[in-house]
């Protein structure tokens, strides 16, 4: 199976080979990435980190956008505005959720 680049990061995507830079190119990168890895290793876990599965956020914010004129239509704007606190509530929960996992 073929890893793509966006799933591990460009740097090792060229030290695979794949890239077009030279050898000592190659080297110097390297270096840089050690580099950063000894100053900021919380910086370089969240760049070299896999993106996110499924756009969870984006997700819900489409959902309740989509289910705001049934809501209004069928149960009344107190309905929607429940719905956009219980929106609101839940992306809060999935960046708290998140804020905690990359530490």
Do not use: N
């Amino acid at each position: 199976m073929r890893i793509k680049s966006w799933q591990i990061g460009y740097s090792s995507y060229v030290r695979m080979g794949d890239g077009m830079l030279e050898e000592k190119d190659r080297r110097a990168l390297a270096d840089i990435e050690q580099q950063l890895h000894a100053t900021d290793p919380g910086f370089a876990r969240r760049m070299s980190a896999a993106p996110c599965p499924f756009p969870t956020v984006s997700a819900l914010c489409v959902a309740t956008f989509l289910a705001m004129p049934f809501l209004g239509l069928f149960l009344g704007p107190r309905a929607v505005l429940v719905e956009l606190d219980v929106a609101a509530t839940v992306v809060m929960i999935v960046l708290v959720s998140r804020a905690g996992a990359a530490r």
